[in-house]
Structures are given as C-alpha cells and as structure tokens.
C-alpha cells in the first residue's frame, strides 16, 4: 500500500527545486496535494503535471511572510479537501553573502523573515486545522548550514538554526495533539539554482561533491523521500527530530 494514501499533504515552495520533487513523491505515494508558491507560472505547472499524472493537486499562490495569504492558503487547502493531514514546510529564500559585518539590518532581517518567520507563520495556521482533526505531521526542510554554521552565509546559518529550534520546541508541545513536527536537513542538493551556480562557477563542482561522505551530491527525490517518510504513519513514533539528509556529510571524517 502506498504510504500517504488517503492523506492531504501541503507543500510550500513547491513550484521549484527540492519542493517540487516533494509533491511528485507525495502524489505518488497517493497524497492529494496542495502546491504553494508565490510564483504562480512554477506553481500552477506543478499542480498541472500532478494532475495529469493522476494527482489531485490545488495550486495556491500566496507570500509565506503575509499573515493573511498564509491563513488563505490553508483554508483553500480546507474548501477543497476537507482537511489537511501532512504539511512540508519548504520554501525559503537567501540572497547575499559575506563577512558577518557587512550585513545590513535589512539584510539579516530578510533571511529571518523569509527562512524563518514564514515557517513558523505556516506552522501557525497548519497546526490549527491539525489540531481540530487531533492529528496531523509537519516537517519543516532546515539546512545543514544549521548544524555547525556556514561562514559568509551567517544570517540565513542563523533562520534555519532557528527552524530547528522552532521544530524541536513545538514538537514536545504538540505531541499529545497528535501532531508531530520534524525537520529534514539536506546537505548540497542538486536543485536548478545549485546548478546554475555551478554553471557560472563550473570549479565549486568538485568541492560541492566531496562534501559529502558519499562524494557526490543529492538529487532533491532523496530529500522528498525522507519527507514522505516522516509524514507517514510509517514514522508515527518520530517527533522532534532533525534528520540529515546528506550523503554523510556532518561524519565525514575530517570535516
Ligand atoms: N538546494 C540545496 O542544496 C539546499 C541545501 C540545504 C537546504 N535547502 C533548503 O531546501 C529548501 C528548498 O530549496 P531549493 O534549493 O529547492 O529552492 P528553490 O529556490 O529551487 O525553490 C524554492 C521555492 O520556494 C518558493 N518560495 C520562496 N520563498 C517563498 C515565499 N515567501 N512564499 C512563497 N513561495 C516562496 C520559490 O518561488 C521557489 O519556487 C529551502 O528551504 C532551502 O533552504 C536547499
């Protein structure tokens, strides 16, 4: 049987990347799926390939820092399925690199508000609907730039430090809900935007692969994988926890 049958899964920044290939796993795992993202062309494609492969897919465009599209996105999901049984927290957004001085207030704040407070704010309104139904599974996507920091990228290091706080803490709290809340930390994923970055930079390649104790990359279905997997009833005694998913990164001997 397949693991989400039956289930309402949603997932934010679905239109791209890792969370795209989120709702491809979840559909075919037999989740309805509800794709967000404020770019409505990626979004709206998403759903569209879900559907045609035999998904019921919604696409909901919203902003994950506006209060009022967050709350929007999740009623729609609720109109139309009648409820929402797993959410994948994925979307975020960096910009800028460099010496932790140099950074702007703007600038730090950015990296909180769209890696960090837009989790929390869709965890918000997800938790919400959950409780009403007394159950439910979050997995918030953190990075493992959270684990051990990432110089020249501190202000986002720091959003997803706190996504993995923010999951821990709401997991103990929401565990006798029924809900259960984890995080999956990928190491380097090879998503459309890694790639165009080492496009422009073909010399990273090398460095990026031998991150990983494994010596390559991760394609964003790994990620989606242990996503599915968390949301299932598979991992009905997982709360709480970060989980990496980094070809051996954070063991690799002498890094
Ligand atoms: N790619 C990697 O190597 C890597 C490594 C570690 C962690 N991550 C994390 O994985 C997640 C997905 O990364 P990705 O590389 O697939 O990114 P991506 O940029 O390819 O996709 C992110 C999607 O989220 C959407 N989005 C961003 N902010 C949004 C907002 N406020 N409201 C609505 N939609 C929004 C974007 O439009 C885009 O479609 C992120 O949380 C990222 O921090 C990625």
């Not at 929007?72 to 800028?96: I, P």
Request: charged fraction near 20%; include cysteine; proline fraction near 3%.
């Amino acid at each position: 049987m397949s693991s989400l049958n039956n289930k309402v899964a949603l997932v934010t920044g679905g239109g791209s990347g890792i969370g795209r290939a989120i709702c491809e796993v979840m559909a075919r795992e037999g989740a309805s799926v509800v794709v967000v993202d404020f770019n409505a062309e990626a979004g709206q494609q998403a759903a569209n390939e879900l559907q045609q492969g035999g998904c019921e897919s919604l696409f909901v465009q919203a902003d994950l820092t506006r209060d009022e599209q967050v709350e929007a996105m999740v009623s729609a999901c609720l109109e139309r399925f009648g409820r929402l049984d797993c959410a994948c927290n994925n979307a975020a957004l960096s910009k800028g690199r460099g010496p932790i001085e140099d950074f702007s207030r703007d600038e730090f704040e950015f990296a909180l508000e769209y890696s960090l407070v837009n989790t929390w704010l869709s965890m918000k309104y997800e938790i919400a609907a959950m409780r009403q139904a007394g159950r439910g599974a979050i997995v918030n996507i953190s990075s493992n730039a959270s684990l051990k920091g990432d110089p020249h990228n501190t202000p986002y290091a720091t959003a997803k430090g706190g996504v993995n706080t923010l999951t821990m803490s709401s997991a103990g709290e929401l565990a006798r809900a029924g809900i259960r809340l984890n995080a999956v930390s990928p190491g380097v994923i090879r998503t459309p935007g890694v790639q165009k970055y080492i496009d422009d930079n073909p010399s990273v390649e090398k460095a990026m692969n031998r991150a990983s104790a494994i010596g390559r990359m991760g394609e964003p279905e790994e990620i989606a994988e242990a996503v599915a997997f968390l949301c299932s009833d598979r991992a009905s005694f997982i709360t709480g926890q970060i989980l990496s998913v980094d070809g051996g990164a954070t063991v690799k001997m002498g890094g």
